[in-house]
Every structure is written in C-alpha cells, then in structure tokens.
C-alpha cells in the first residue's frame, strides 16, 4: 500500500501552468475590449488580481466580488471607461479555453492514480475549472473535485479540507497529502487541517521558515513518486491496472 493513499491536488501552478494561462487570456481580453494589450497593462492586471485572491484566502472578500473587482480596478487605473463585468465574463470564458499542463503532470496523475486517490483542491471559479481539468486531459485519473466555490469555504479554512476527507470518505488521516504550489493556500491550509502536505517548488523559491515548513517539498512531479508509494510501487512504475486497495 501507499505511503499516501489519498492525494488532495490543487490546480493552478501545481497542475496547470495558471500563468501560461492567464497571459493568454488577459491578452485576448484586452485586445477584445480595444484596450492597451501591451506587458505594463498585462502586470497591473497580474498585481491587482494577486491582491484580491491574497484577500480572498483572508476571507476579506468573496469570488463573485473579486471576478468583476480586478477589471473595475484595472479599468479605473487605466482612466478607460467601460463593464468590469462584461471583462470579467469574457476574460473567464478565455481562461477556461486554455488548459496549459506543468511539464510532467498529466504523466504523474496517471501513475499516482493507480496507487491513489487523487482529488482536486481548487480555489479557482468552478466553470474555469471544470473545463481546463476535461481539455487537459487531467479528468479520468480524477476521483473527485472540490472547489471552493462550491463548498462555500476557501483554502485555507481547515473546514474545506476536512470537508473534502469527510465526503471521500477517509479514515486514516495520516494517509492523506495535500500536494500544491502555494505556502499561504494549500500548505498552510494542510497545516491547519493537520495533514502532511508536499509543497511544488516548481520555481526554485527559497524555503520557508522552520515553523512554516511542508512535510515535503518537490521539484518537479516525478519526485513525487518516491513520496507517495513504497518500494515494489515504485518499481512497477509504467505498469497499468494495479489500483490500490485500501
């Protein structure tokens, strides 16, 4: 059996390059809605959308708000008249048409799903989500999907963790691992739930402090593998119908 047998994943940065993403979108928004598409309107979009979701995570405010509240304020630095919420609309229909893969993870999530549960752990908006996890490829190694935005509570309130165990069903909490790329969201959120959790330093960002440290850390996804299965797993690596048994 696994180390680990049930794995939460989040998404954005951890299975799907959000960034990849979001240029694309941002891009064929602006240009959609005759406004400056050069890279200084693509970051004041990208600082603006990065403090609102920092709000969000503090439970200062709610995703409905923040969706059509970062074109508001992009609109208004801008001094362009026009609807944040027509923005808003057509910027998440983009987004969603755009399900870019982290090198590696379509591969890892179809090995660990024969040792593994494996559930999604998002905190993005449910329609988004939906479709870059179907075009990805991503979905028929998935056992279950939680967003936030359906659950009424964000990473990282302990409340959307447990609620994600409840509703799978384990028992053994000790088996589950949080997997993503993001300190303030799923590892502090692990934390708070009192899982172990694996945090995706894709990026090479210097460690965080020993009181705020993730029970693992990987580099890319293949490291991954010698965290979660044992021994004769992983030499069985390649190896189809050997679902795990739990």
Known sequence: MAHYYCLLLDMDGTLLDFEA????????TLEHF??????????????INKELWAALEKG??????LVVERFARLLKKLERKGSAAEMSAYYLDRLGSHPDLIPGA???????????????????????????LRDSGLEPYIDEVFV??????????????????RTLGIEHRDRVLVVGDSLSADIKGGQNAGLATCWCNFHQQPEPEE??????????WQELYSIVMEEDELQNVGLKNRKHHF
């Open 60 to 65: 200062q405010i709610k995703r409905d708000k």
């Open 34 to 47: 005759e406004l400056p598409s050069d890279h200084e309107t693509e970051m004041l979009y990208v600082e």
């Open 148 to 165: 936030s935005e359906k659950m009424g509570v964000e990473k990282p309130n302990r409340r959307f963790f447990e609620q994600a165990i």
């Open 106 to 132: 379509l591969e890892a999530v179809r090995e660990l799903s024969e040792v593994a549960t494996l559930a999604i752990a998002s905190n993005g908006v449910a329609k988004v989500q939906a479709s870059r």
């Open 211 to 220: 009181g705020n440290k993730p029970t693992h850390i990987i580099h890319n």
């Open 21 to 28: 993403a979001e240029h694309k979108a941002i891009q064929e």
